[in-house]
């Protein structure tokens, strides 16, 4: 997936920097570029654990369930890019993770929200 997205951090905290707060913001594109449609949203949606900030090294956290919500209408109009993603960890426990990501195209439109539940390979070290 990586190399279909360029994600540029602009904001919140980086990941595995061992960061006082699990938020996220950057703005990501979909390479080759193209608008904004239902599809796009979706893969712009799916950013890097959101409980990375808080990490000093990666852990693996496949997703066990994720839900995306259009909240504009994309077919007929598709966004524009880049968009901004603003992805927050909810909750996490020692194997479990809750990210919940905003996603608003280059006109500042609310394209899409998502709700991705993570199980925590091996666990949060410490957590």
């Given at each position: 997936?990586?190399?279909?997205?360029?994600?540029?951090?602009?904001?919140?905290?980086?990941?595995?920097?061992a960061a006082a707060h699990p938020w996220m913001l950057a703005w990501v594109g979909v390479v080759?570029?193209?608008?904004?449609?239902?599809?796009a949203a979706v893969l712009m949606c799916d950013l890097a654990p959101g409980v990375y900030p808080?990490?000093?090294?990666?852990?693996?956290?496949?997703?066990?369930?994720?839900?995306?919500?259009?909240?504009?209408?994309?077919?007929?109009?598709?966004?524009?890019?880049?968009?901004?993603?603003?992805?927050?960890?909810?909750?996490?426990?020692?194997?479990?993770?809750?990210?919940?990501?905003?996603?608003?195209?280059?006109?500042?439109?609310?394209?899409?929200?998502?709700?991705?539940?993570?199980?925590?390979?091996?666990?949060?070290?410490?957590?």
């Open positions: 997936m990586g190399a279909h997205l360029d994600i540029r951090p602009c904001g919140g905290s980086f990941p595995l920097t080759p570029e193209v608008p904004i449609g239902p599809g808080l990490l000093t090294a990666p852990v693996a956290g496949p997703t066990v369930e994720m839900t995306v919500h259009l909240c504009a209408e994309l077919v007929s109009a598709p966004g524009a890019g880049p968009a901004l993603a603003s992805q927050r960890n909810s909750a996490t426990s020692r194997n479990w993770s809750v990210d919940d990501t905003s996603l608003w195209d280059s006109s500042g439109r609310l394209v899409a929200q998502a709700r991705q539940v993570r199980r925590i390979v091996g666990g949060i070290p410490g957590g």
